[in-house]
T-cell receptor
């Protein structure tokens, strides 16, 4: 499968624990995004990387959340001191630069479903 | 920032009928409008997109229309089939200018049920 892959697919954790998710984008894509999706809602933007640089962060990304993309390839999203409100599907997407200033479509991974108990 | 509203939230149609989903956006600078289909437990997948330099785009049974003046766009599915049952999301994106405006802002989704 040469699409966007995310690991793990499911994570159950106790409140207060730290969790880390991984995203491997499509290999030639230099843009990587993290979104959060709760049941019955559309994905909400969390953060965006262009290569290894984190260029935009949503207000949704509290100081308990941190994302990295150290070599401009895979990315990790860490949530510290998890809360029940963090329970959601965490989606990763990637896109290529496209032509000029027009980025190509965003391809999504299958997501990591986090349940905080 | 951008705000995207999507209606209806649920839509039930008889197989063979048409389905229409409407979205409005707030940022007049947005110039790219994709539609994603998400089946239960699966990833969102792009089904069609439109850029602001065109008013309509069609791909087989799916079409999208865009009214920049009114800041709304719609998805039309004709001759619906049971496999069209899914949640559909519209989204908007502002121009990619350096570091800004690259994210998609999604609507709340429409759950479409096609009854055989």
């Amino acid at each position: 499968d040469t699409g966007v892959s995310q690991d793990p697919r499911h994570k159950i954790t106790k409140r207060g624990q730290n969790v880390t998710f991984r995203c491997d984008p499509i290999s030639e894509h230099n843009r990587l995004y993290w979104y959060r999706q709760t049941l019955g809602q559309g994905p909400e933007f969390l953060t965006y990387f262009q290569n290894e640089a984190q260029l935009e962060k949503s207000r949704l990304l509290s100081d308990r959340f941190s994302a990295e993309r150290p070599k401009g390839s895979f990315s990790t999203l860490e949530i510290q001191r998890t809360e029940q409100g963090d329970s959601a599907m965490y989606l990763c997407a990637s896109s290529s630069p496209g032509q000029g200033a027009r980025a190509s479509e965003a391809f999504f991974g299958q997501g990591t479903r986090l349940t905080v108990v | 920032g951008e705000n995207v509203e999507q209606h209806p939230s649920t839509l039930s149609v008889q197989e063979g009928d048409s389905a229409v989903i409407k979205c409005t956006y707030s940022d007049s600078a947005s110039n790219y409008f994709p539609w994603y289909k998400q089946e239960l437990g699966k990833r969102p997948q792009l089904i069609i997109d439109i850029r602001s330099n065109v008013g309509e785009k069609k791909d087989q049974r799916i079409a999208v229309t865009l009214n920049k003046t009114a800041k709304h766009f719609s998805l039309h599915i004709t001759e619906t089939q049971p496999e069209d049952s899914a949640v559909y999301f519209c989204a908007a994106r502002a121009p990619v200018i350096k570091a800004a405006g690259n994210k998609l802002t999604f609507g709340g989704g429409t759950r479409v049920l096609v009854k055989p």
